[in-house]
């Protein structure tokens, strides 16, 4: 994997400054891997208001840590972040996903965790991401900026809410093992490439 910088195709979607819309929020639905670490990464970008870790996709109608991690229910582990597109565009938030926040190119795995869960997958929230989301993806793989062919799906599905303990985890266990391991990086990683992006 070498995520260090998108080819220029890609990175002209990101445009040349932060949008100018009336203050709003918009939301992004995200998987990539153990919602931990999805969801610590994306709190410390500026412009982001709110991550929950949660589920995505699937096939029933709800969800619950136990039954997704069964492997049965086809959910995904995955972060719903309410963002201010007046500060951040759904573009800058699909170029730190695909280079600080987990390994598109890994297939239903992140670093530990395997299993379909774990996938690498959008769920877009209007057409726009959609379509937004389907060029990044074909222009990334156009420009082989990974040595691997990009594994992320588009999907479609609701989301629901994880556990409270869940939520906010790294945050609150910054010396748990898993989080120094395999999360603490990601954050570190983002303030290296987008210092002008990251919060503390």
């Not at 600080?100 to 877009?124: C, E, K, L, W």
């Not at 991401?129 to 793989?141: E, K, P, S, Y």
């Not at 156009?142 to 691997?148: I, M, N, P, T, V």
Request: hydrophobic letters at 35%; glycine letters at 8%.
């Amino acid at each position: 994997m070498k995520p260090l910088y998108l080819p220029l195709a890609a990175a002209a979607l990101l445009g040349t400054g932060p949008a100018t819309a009336a203050p709003r929020t918009e939301t992004a639905v995200l998987a990539g891997g153990c919602f931990w670490g999805m969801e610590t990464v994306f709190e410390h970008v500026k412009g982001v208001t709110d991550v929950v870790s949660g589920y995505a996709g699937g096939t029933s109608g709800d969800a619950n840590y136990e039954r997704v991690s069964s492997e049965r229910t086809g959910h995904a582990e995955a972060v719903k972040i309410t963002y201010d597109p007046a500060q951040i565009s759904y573009a800058r938030l699909l170029q730190v996903y695909f280079t600080v926040a987990h390994d598109p190119t890994q297939v239903n795995r992140q670093g530990p965790d395997s299993g379909t869960s774990y996938r690498s997958a959008i769920f877009p929230q209007s057409p726009a991401q959609d379509q937004m989301a389907r060029t990044f993806i074909a222009r990334l793989d156009a420009s082989h900026a990974y040595k691997r062919p990009i594994a992320t799906r588009i999907e479609h599905g609701g989301f629901y809410a994880a556990e409270a303990y869940h939520q906010g985890f790294a945050r609150k266990n910054p010396f748990y093992p898993y989080i120094l391991v395999n999360d603490r990086p990601k954050v570190a990683a983002l303030k290296a490439r987008y210092p002008q992006l990251y919060k503390g």
